[in-house]
């Protein structure tokens, strides 16, 4: 099975900061992992940015040291491969793959809420997020909050995500219809990384077929979440850029263009696709199908687990920790006559001692 994964991000036309982040493997650091991340952070221009970094960089981080432990057996980490294997814990009805995933988002989520609680500037910060990775020709999709997955199969698009906002959950409980729906001004979002300690995952994994295309994005590329005509126009870009290209990046460029040119460009963009190719349906299935589902709250094993990960030496962001926990609150400036002042004392110094060295008196 080949796959081939393209990302691209872009600010907007609106907004002076790009609060999307991206990340996949393969890369240099791990080579044999498929795996896709989009995150759309919130909590304004000094938050939303750091939220979203934060939850890619903790998941890449995540799988590029499991994965060292997983190729790299040695005594000495013995201990330390114990401690990643107790986040597993409610984990182990579903695959190895799926299960690394739920547990680096889960992970993730707990050290946007850890950050947020350091630095009041960051508070109440937090990110929507939606990631794939393939295995053994099969796809696990995971997500929190309004960023989307679709398939492109047979020339259909059909979205394999279910938004977590207040809309669909009045949607789902019958007290409003979907035509109701579209006179709502203002979706809130139910779900998100960051805002509790722990946090439900919605998981699903579902059997791929050759040919096959996922693409992954923020709402900057959703402008009404109910809206089926929107859905076939970016299918329709993804097919013809595809037959005209063959270049996933090339696509990436196109659906963000759409974005800021036919949806307005109001939000942040990103735009994601993962390509499935020379898949041989195999003679027994190995093939797995688990519907969309929430994985529970962690367990307090879980959660003391993943304090302990967090706080280790050899994780890369504790060094992001301890800067912002000394970083001073309030920065109180000079005022500007006190600093002329100043400036000027120092000239008057520096001129003394250039007259006593020119007299040799130094």
């Keep these: 099975m080949q796959v081939n994964i393209s990302a691209l991000t872009d600010k907007g036309l609106v907004r002076s900061e790009n609060e999307d982040a ?18 759309d952070g919130m909590g304004g221009h000094t938050a939303g940015d750091v939220a979203a970094q934060t939850a890619v960089t903790c998941i890449k981080h995540f799988f590029y040291e499991f994965h060292k432990l997983r190729t790299r057996p040695d005594a000495l980490q013995e201990q330390k491969k114990q401690l990643y294997h107790s986040l597993f ?50 796809i696990c999709i995971c997500h929190v909050g309004d960023s989307r997955a679709y398939r492109i199969r047979d020339n259909h698009i059909d979205l394999m995500t279910k938004d977590h906002s207040r809309i669909n959950e009045l949607i789902s409980s019958g007290q409003i219809t979907t035509e109701d729906a579209h006179n ?9 990384l960051g805002y509790q300690e722990s946090i439900e995952v919605d998981v699903s994994i579902h059997a791929v077929q050759d040919g096959d ?14 809206s089926l005509k929107e859905d076939e126009k970016k299918k329709a870009i993804i097919l013809k850029t595809m037959r005209d290209s063959g270049n996933l ?27 499935c190719a020379g898949i041989v349906p195999p003679q027994l299935s190995t093939m797995l199908l688990v519907l969309p589902n929430t ?11 993943e304090n302990d990960i967090l706080s280790g030496t050899d994780f890369l962001l504790v060094d992001m920790e301890r800067q912002w926990e000394e ?13 002329r002042a100043m400036l000027l004392i120092l000239l ?6 250039l007259w006593l060295w020119g007299f040799g008196l130094i």
């Design 348 to 353: 008057i110094i520096l001129l003394t001692l």
């Design 89 to 138: 814990v409610n984990l182990e009805k579903i695959p190895d793959q799926a299960r690394s995933l739920v547990a680096a988002i889960r992970l993730a989520n707990r050290q946007v809420f850890r950050l947020s609680r350091l630095n009041p500037k960051q508070a109440g910060m937090g990110a929507t997020i939606v990631a794939v990775t393939i295995f053994d020709r099969n």
């Design 327 to 339: 970083q001073p609150a309030v920065k109180i400036p000079i005022p500007r006559k006190q600093s």
């Design 184 to 192: 709502y001004s203002r979706n809130e979002i139910t779900r998100a």
């Design 213 to 226: 295309i996922y693409f992954l994005c923020s709402d900057g590329l959703v402008s009404d979440p109910l």
């Design 22 to 39: 991206f990340g996949y493997f393969p890369d240099n650091s791990v080579k044999d992992v498929n795996m896709l991340v989009v995150c």
């Design 295 to 305: 994985i529970p709250w962690e367990h307090e094993k879980v959660s003391q687990a």
């Design 249 to 275: 990046r090339r696509t990436c460029m196109e659906l963000i263009h759409y974005g800021k040119h036919e949806l307005g460009g109001a939000d942040n963009i990103t735009a994601g696709l993962v390509q």
